[in-house]
């Protein structure tokens, strides 16, 4: 059975940064492409930053480039995502999710099938 549960959340002041955790199990990384997505209140879901399961290749947002890095770790089970220099529009909730995009579709939270429960991120200015 596959299941993602993402933590690390939180309080931040705006410059500041966080490190969240998705504690994977039921896959492994060659079989589905993982990644982060976000929705803020009233907006729609944004996919955040991607890895793929093919080679590894990593996808971010325009928003979040250079601020942002996505990691796992297969040793843990674990993915992460570090965010640096954090604004107040980077407040949502965040998801973690797995799934088998097609290449172009890598950041598309709709070609992800499995999705954790959200941790909320909030930056205040």
């Known amino acids: 059975e596959v299941q993602l549960q993402a933590s690390g959340g939180g309080l931040v002041q705006a410059g500041g940064s966080l490190r969240l955790s998705c504690i994977t199990s039921?896959?492994?990384?060659?079989?589905?492409?993982i990644g982060w997505f976000r929705q803020a209140p009233g907006k729609e879901r944004e996919g955040v930053s991607c890895?793929?399961?093919?080679?590894?290749?990593?996808y971010y947002a325009d928003s979040v480039k250079g601020r942002f890095t996505i990691s796992r770790d297969n040793a843990k089970n674990t993915l992460y995502l570090q965010m640096n220099s954090l604004k107040p529009e980077d407040t949502a909730d965040y998801y973690c999710?797995?799934?088998?995009?097609?290449?172009?579709?890598?950041?598309?939270?709709?070609?992800?099938?499995?999705w954790g429960q959200g941790t909320q991120v909030t930056v205040s200015s």
């Open positions: 890895i793929s399961n093919s080679d590894g290749s990593t």
């Open positions: 039921g896959f492994t990384s060659d079989d589905y492409a």
């Open positions: 999710a797995a799934g088998r995009p097609i290449t172009s579709e890598t950041t598309n939270g709709r070609s992800y099938d499995y």
